[in-house]
Each structure stands twice: as structure tokens, then as C-alpha cells.
């Protein structure tokens, strides 16, 4: 049976989104396809509020438009308080729109990801970023970053599931 993941890189300025279309038991050439990806965007001179109003809003688009059976979203991680307080607060949008969706998910360090896709832990962006375009035959790496880090995570649902 098919099965759609949704990856969700969070982020209140840019939150990345990938979603792709598995196959089990396919051809390991045709196993998993991409549906779609890009950003859910919001600028700097909104307020807060309405700055989590367009991801809530755009994220009930985006998951009517794909019906992910699976959503991977990066857990939080902290490495300088302002941006971290900023993207918890992006986060919690998003785990309320699931809840409201009833739509599972799991949850990925940047680390788990990086170990799913490369065989280390510690590889670079770059390195994971080649992965996701070898895993998915493209010819380049997708862009924005957000999107190629959210088709990461979705990718990483797929190799645990």
C-alpha cells in the first residue's frame, strides 16, 4: 500500500515542507517518488500573531493538498535561545494542526536524520542534502534549504517505517 510523508522542517520565517510517495515492496528503483516541496514563508515586519496565523492557515492548505498517512517533523533544537523561543512557537502551530487532522507523526533529531541518510551522524548539510537528491533521481539538490532539509525528514520516516 502506498504510504504519503510529509517532512516539516519548522520555522517561523521559512518552514520547509517535502512530501514524498513510498512503495513498498516496488522495484527499490521506483520505491519512493516526490510529491511536492518548497516553504511556507512569512516575513519579518509581521507581527507574531499574524505571523503564526499564515502557517496555520497555510499548513490545513497544504496537508488537504497532500493527505499524508505519515507527518516527520525535526525536534527542537536548541542552540541560541531567541531562535530556538521563535521556532518552538512555529512548532506548536504545527502540532496543532495535526492534532486537528488526526494525522501521526514522528519526530527526528538532526543527528537521527544525518545517520538515516548518509551512515553518520555527524555529516554535513551538504552531505545530506546529496543524499536526498540520490535517494529521489534528481539531477540537482532541491532548493530552498528548508525543502531539501524537510524531504530529509521524510525520507527518514520512510527507512524507519
Known sequence: ?????????PGLAT?????????PGGN???AVSIVDFGIIQTTANQEIGDR??????????????????LVAIEKLFFYRMGNTI???QARGVIMLV??????????FTPAQVKQALTGH???DKHDVQQAVARELKLDRI??????ADALALGLAAWFQS
Open 1 to 9: 500500500m502506498e504510504k504519503r510523508i510529509l517532512g516539516l522542517d
Open 15 to 23: 518552514l520547509g515542507f517535502g512530501a514524498i510517495l513510498c512503495h
Open 28 to 30: 527499490t528503483a521506483d
Open 52 to 69: 503564526l496565523c499564515v502557517i496555520y492557515d497555510d499548513l490545513h492548505s497544504l496537508l488537504n493538498y497532500i493527505q499524508p498517512d
Open 86 to 88: 521563535a521556532v518552538a
Open 98 to 107: 495535526l492534532a486537528q487532522y488526526k494525522v501521526p507523526f514522528v519526530e
Open 121 to 123: 551522524g555527524n555529516a
Open 142 to 147: 532541491p532548493r530552498p534549504d528548508d525543502a
